[in-house]
């Protein structure tokens, strides 16, 4: 198979043609051309200037036996501020009913939303009849315009991403968000980190200066940058020099958890604690203890929090009570498994339809904490019962959710082994940051 190149030009003269990249398609292929392109991306001129190999697989131009001379594959990566008429001007396209059709047809305007760091290509005569425009929209669909006939059509089709899987670690000193921002973690991902250990670790109020935490996720990139993150496949957390990790496994794809390298749940009975761990009540538990007063003082525990704050379910279950409840204020009940059953006070709001009777899944919406009934300030009282008795949950030592069994471990173990090697890969690049 014939497999032309892009040739970037020297990055150090932007001048004079723009940053140009040609692609003489000299053969018309009636199959895929595959090609090697080299994305250049360029965000300044004090900044260096990044080249990322990228492999495409574009379809072959239809229209070449129309023409009777080459038609030329242009590329340009968009830069911050750009106009999509700049950008024309720069692939070189030289045609007024293209532009033309660009300007006023709606199907064309996707292309006005630019993001800079993405790649434009353009296929053109060497007159600059535009043949092919080919650009990945900001919603990840990859948009195709093509001269047919004597005008022109607008495809638009999923693009293809690619999957890579990205490795993070850091130390926390003051915070977790303030230690998640320091290495670039996006915060979806710190949202399932905090959602894989919560169960064996209390965010609120257990975290300590000198935490450690890995992980491994995956990204999907397109033109070598990343356009969503995945799901976490391998996490590490030291807590008060406690090591636990977490390894993704699908019993039947789709069907997945994360499991300790033994091959135990991480998944516990219930929460440690109903009120989520955000970037705003973590910020809000540096100033305030969280705990405004114990379980013994009064049969249950108060977690400040800033209003709003969602509340959580804290284990499956049916909700037996949704309303107002005398010095609760707007209250929920959850009958769970067993004799057990959990009790959310002072809430602002409830979650969006709410009602008596509805089964609810651990980590559910419940709603939000608020100061109604007979609370001072913003906070969720909560009362965990075993048949109708209140107990205090943190001197309780909940079960964990199902091992996997021997069959499973055989198919779960290589793959952990994997994983683990990754983990461990990183906490000694961390170490060493560190010294
Ligand atoms: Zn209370």
Redesign the pocket.
Known sequence: MYSPQILPEKPSAPQSAGRRTWLAAAVALPTLVTFAAYGVAEFGPQEAVAVTPVTESLSAPELVSRVASTPFWREEVIRPGDTLSALIVRLGVDDDAATDFIRRDATAKPLYELRAGRVIRAQTTPEGKLLQLRYVAVDNTELQLRAAGDGFVVNQAPAALARETAFKSGTINSSLFAATDRVELPDEVTRQLIEIFEGEIDFHRKLQKGDRFGVVYETYTLDGQVVKTGRILAAEFVNSGRKLQALWYESQPGDGAYYSPKGESLKKSFLQTPVEFSRISSGFSMRFHPI??EWKQ?K???YAAPTGTRIRAASDGVVTFAGVKGAYGNAVEIQHQGAYSTLY??MSGFAPGLKQGQRIRQGDLVGFVGSTGR?TGP?L??EFKIAGNQVDPTKLNLPHAKALDVREFARFRPQAQQLNAQLDLLARVEVARLD
Do not use: C, S
Request: charged letters at 15%.
């Open positions: 405004l007063r009064h249950g525990i108060d006070g002072h609370a906070h009282h909560y």
